[in-house]
């Protein structure tokens, strides 16, 4: 009786003692992660003063910039809308005469800034000197995609992004590089693997989660809650950027491969092309920004930026496409005010729209317009001797931003999936011949127009 | 730490061994061994210094002996083994060399400077590399940081400058030094990129606090130096979006103490006339005894390179997209110097050269071309040179000058030799024009022999502008117009016959044209 009264009491004790240890180290774990997030959401608790800690951060912040002499502007999208929405009253409050702390103590992880990198001229010791005034500093950075595309060039890394945390706040200060194309870009912010990830709640971060591009903005300088700080301009327009500010890089090795593979054309009449492909492609993108179009590289061009990151010398076109919601019809005339007659249009807005405009030296600018149906997306395209229609369909996709042809352009995010369906999973291998009406993979046919409409959907020029 | 090898096997490598072993930090370990033959040209004075380090057998080394040395400089040998070769015909047995090194701390091996960010550099510089002499000195160290004026209205402030630089860093140390004391130079505008992995140049380029970019060669040859310039361009056009023109450098130019303020007074001539192709500083005939006046500027038909600006619209529009391909073995600067590239268009050099190249060795070089191409070229020291009359460069103007001096120069005695110094007379400060025989535009046959005779540069035509060229002679200004091809032939007198100098007959194979580096 004993006997098995000794095990069972050794079994309940083993059992019990797991148990406890199982529930610590639980508890001990959601204790941490408490401590930490109440930790940076004690100032939620505190009074609208200039006590807070995140006035004081940003405070600190600002002294340390201006006396290192790094130029840095306010990105902060939640900052930037309250400013936004006060703005003539943060105008006209001179330095000093504030009251009330209504800008930077609002309860928030993080105060992003900008840092304009090429302006910064003493970059080896400001590091050291945050680290004196307090700020415990992490430095993210990584190798400078601007070399990237040529051959095999390394450099030192480029600082991509500063997170420098002051007791609960955090300034998170991120560095914009100047690319060709008159535009900004960040990186993308990735912890290495030495890194400690409890450091700042990193999710929070309104910047880097994607390496993004910007227009690059005016700034002014105002007063806020008593501190000077640069700002945009035009607030609202950096602010809208910020949801679509994604940037993907070229497949410049992909590119370079492709190159070893198939040599390059470097005859006279692929220069020619590539540079008149090229100069109707800005003069199209100047004229589409004026009007407040969005519009992204498709079919032949998107396939030259994917596979190749430069224009297919055997392509006879320039090649766009536009969402039909975008559509304005101010854009015939525009195109036409710039040199660019329209060739020929087929479809109309309700259906398969297409517009062709005429360049120079015989390259003609195609733009695709994009329809929306619930899980696909689609373009039309018109055979002008029949009337006969024909569908593209697509996958969704979203649009980000790249560099193509030292310009700032829009391509899909989803890349390969749009190329797959417009060229199958043969795109690798260059094709001279091609058919749109037969061709590409994702074409069906859509019908025919009939009779009577072929005055307005059939337009030749 | 360093690594070298010399060939004593060759004659003055030795040398080349004593003044590198001379410039190493007492203390250092040193271990040598030798490869092959090591004893044909081992001189006395590289055995004195063998000797004085501890070595017994490095002063005895004969023909295919091997040994092998560890010792520290200016302490105790540590271990040496040494085998004869029985026969001229076989080599030393192998030896075998184990030795223990007791290691010094830190705190003694390393100088006690103070702790700036500059020293740090210091520091980092010569825990890794020897040879550089008093960078690494303990008690007087050569300053590192140069603060050379600042340029007034310095209008090159944000012109990039790209140094192109293979495996030499030693010429890279000396060039970066006379870099960053020009005035108006921008350090954070340079940019070195080096042709290969090498860690050394890396090394130079971070103790100056510069940025450095390594390029993965490509190709062989004159085509590596080519796709080497192709990245690099491009690269500093990508890094600076915003720059219209970039510097071009190499690593074995001395940089004149007013390059910066040459190219700032010049630079709006490159962005206001188009029939310009680049703004140089170096005068391929400015040599000591042909160049005089720092203040003035020509307009040439040739591109000289060796310091020079690039146009942003030139270089992306014109000259990128049809950069010779990797399997073309040309080089660069002469494709770029072909009609095709340069349509007619000119370039600006100074009289006297703000660039000195003093490299040797090279792909393109030796110590016999250096001594007679490079080696007198004249080169400015004068800080501060006020160009004269700028804008006289640009393309109407400069023909308006040129008529100018025409008219008031002296027509020489044409029936004395070229040659001579006699064939001007003992002035200064003159003006004198000769003509000589040029039947066609591309009839160079008395300009070369002339060159030759001169001592100038003679291996292919520069320096000229339709037909003219310009130098100095005893102080004097010396013009020489082709007759008929010039227009400038007009001027000639009419009882004056251009002089014509017949080229010697070919003997046994004539010198094939050599490259310029």
Not at chain 1, 412 to 439: H, L
Not at chain 2, 106 to 128: G, V
């Amino acid at each position: 009786m004993s006997r098995i009264n000794k095990n069972v009491i050794l079994a309940l004790l083993t059992l019990t003692s797991s148990a406890f240890l199982l529930f610590q180290l639980y508890y001990y774990k959601h204790y941490l992660s408490a401590k930490n997030g109440a930790g940076l959401s004690k100032s939620k608790g505190s009074q609208n003063g200039f006590d807070s800690t995140q006035w004081r951060a940003v405070k600190k912040f600002i002294m340390l910039t201006s006396n290192q002499n790094v130029p840095v502007f306010l990105i902060d999208p939640l900052i930037l809308e309250l400013i936004n929405k006060d703005f003539e009253q943060v105008k006209n409050t001179s330095h000093g005469s504030t009251s009330e702390c209504k800008f930077f103590c609002v309860p928030r992880d993080f105060t992003a800034f900008a840092l304009w990198y090429h302006l910064w001229k003493n970059e080896e010791g400001w590091f050291r000197i945050a680290e004196n005034m307090g700020f415990q500093c992490l430095k993210i950075e990584s190798k400078d995609p601007r070399l990237d595309g040529i051959d095999s060039l390394s450099g030192t890394e480029i600082p991509l992004h500063y997170i420098c945390r002051l007791a609960n706040h955090a300034i998170h200060l991120v560095v914009f590089h100047e690319r060709n194309g008159n535009y900004l870009w960040h990186g993308h912010l990735r912890l290495k693997g030495h890194m400690d990830r409890r450091f700042v709640p990193f999710r929070k971060l309104q910047f880097g989660r994607y390496p993004g591009a910007f227009d690059r903005p005016e700034l002014q300088q105002i007063t806020v809650d008593g501190l000077e700080v640069f700002i945009p301009k035009d607030p609202v327009h950096f602010l809208e950027e910020i949801p679509h500010s994604r940037f993907i890089e070229c497949r410049y090795k992909e590119a370079r491969a492709f190159f070893q593979q198939y040599l390059d054309d470097n005859t006279v009449e692929a220069m020619t092309f590539r540079k008149n492909a090229k100069e109707l492609l800005q003069l199209a993108a100047k004229t589409l920004k004026k009007l407040g179009v969005r519009f992204w590289l498709s079919s032949g061009t998107c396939l030259g930026w994917y596979r190749q990151c430069n224009i297919i010398p055997y392509s006879k076109d320039v090649d766009l496409g536009i969402f039909i919601q975008d559509y304005k019809s101010d854009i015939i005339s525009a195109f036409q005010d710039v040199g660019l007659p329209l060739k020929h249009k087929f479809g109309k807005v309700e259906d398969s729209l297409e517009l062709s405009f005429q360049g120079k030296d015989d390259i003609k600018l195609d733009i695709f317009f994009f329809y929306e149906e619930t899980d696909h997306m689609w373009n039309g395209g018109t055979q002008a001797k029949t009337g006969k229609k024909f569908k593209y369909l697509f996958p969704k996709f979203t649009l980000c931003w790249t560099e193509f042809v030292d310009m700032k352009i829009h391509v899909p995010c989803e890349t390969v999936e749009y190329i797959e369906a417009n060229y199958g999973k043969s795109w690798k291998i260059p094709v001279k011949t091609w058919d749109w009406k037969r061709s590409p993979p994702n074409v069906r046919p859509n019908g025919i127009w009939p009779i009577s409409e072929w005055d307005e959907v059939i337009q030749l020029y | 730490m360093a690594k070298r090898v010399f060939d004593t096997y060759s004659p003055h490598e030795d040398e080349a061994m004593v003044l590198f072993l001379n410039m190493v930090a007492p203390g250092r370990v040193l271990i040598c061994t030798v490869k092959d033959e090591g004893s044909f040209h081992l001189k006395d004075t590289a055995k004195a210094l063998l000797r004085s380090l501890g070595s017994q057998a490095g002063p005895a080394l004969g023909w295919r002996d091997t040994w092998a040395f560890v010792g520290r400089k200016g302490g105790p040998v540590l271990g040496e083994k040494h085998s004869r070769s029985p026969a001229l015909s076989s080599w030393g047995d192998p030896v075998l060399l184990k030795t223990d090194v007791p290691l010094s701390s830190a705190e003694e091996a390393e100088c006690h400077w103070a702790d700036t960010e500059l020293n740090r550099r210091r520091r980092r510089f010569c825990s890794k590399v020897e040879g550089y002499g008093s960078v690494c000195s303990c008690k007087d160290p050569t300053p590192i940081e140069f603060s050379p004026d600042p340029l007034p209205d310095n209008k090159v402030l944000n012109v990039p400058v790209a140094v192109i630089a293979g495996n030499r860093p030693n010429y890279l140390y000396r060039m970066l030094r006379s870099l960053l004391s020009a005035q108006g130079v921008s350090p954070q505008m340079i940019t070195v990129f080096i042709d290969g992995y090498y860690e050394e140049p890396m090394d130079v380029v971070a103790l100056f606090g510069l940025r450095g970019i390594q390029h993965t060669p490509i190709s062989i040859k004159n085509a590596r130096v080519s796709q080497h310039y192709k990245a690099s361009l491009t690269a500093t056009f990508n890094l600076f979006p915003e720059a219209r023109f970039a510097v071009v450098l190499e690593e074995d130019l001395d940089i004149a103490v007013d390059f910066f303020s040459f190219l700032s007074q010049s630079i709006h001539l490159l962005e206001e006339d188009d029939s310009l192709y680049c703004i140089s500083a170096w005068n391929d005939q400015g040599y000591e005894h042909t160049a005089e006046d720092p203040a003035l500027l020509y307009r040439v038909e040739t591109m000289p390179g060796l310091g020079w600006v690039l146009r942003k619209s030139l270089y992306k529009e014109e000259l990128e997209p049809k950069w010779p391909t990797p399997e073309k073995l040309w080089d660069w600067d002469m494709w770029m110097r072909m009609p095709e590239q340069r349509r007619g268009r000119e370039c600006i050099i100074p009289d006297v050269s703000r660039s000195y190249h003093f490299g040797i060795v090279g792909l393109n070089m030796n110590g016999y071309f250096h001594e007679a191409y490079f080696k007198k070229h004249k080169f400015n020291t004068v800080p501060g040179v006020q160009l004269r009359n700028v804008n006289s460069l640009k393309k109407e103007a400069y023909e308006v000058e040129i008529h100018r001096l025409l008219s008031e120069a002296e027509v020489l005695d044409h029936s004395k030799n070229p040659c001579e110094d006699s064939f001007l007379p003992d002035t200064e400060g003159h003006t004198y024009v000769a003509f000589i025989r040029m039947e066609k535009d591309d009839d160079f046959t008395t300009w070369t022999q002339l060159a030759k005779c001169l001592h100038i540069w003679d291996l292919d035509v520069r320096g000229n502008h339709r037909g003219l060229w310009r130098l100095f002679r005893k102080k004097n200004h010396f013009l020489v117009v082709g007759v008929p091809a010039s227009p400038y032939s007009v001027k000639k007198p009419p009882s004056i016959t251009p002089i014509f100098l017949e080229p010697p007959p070919k003997e046994e194979g004539a010198p094939g044209a050599a490259e310029q580096t």
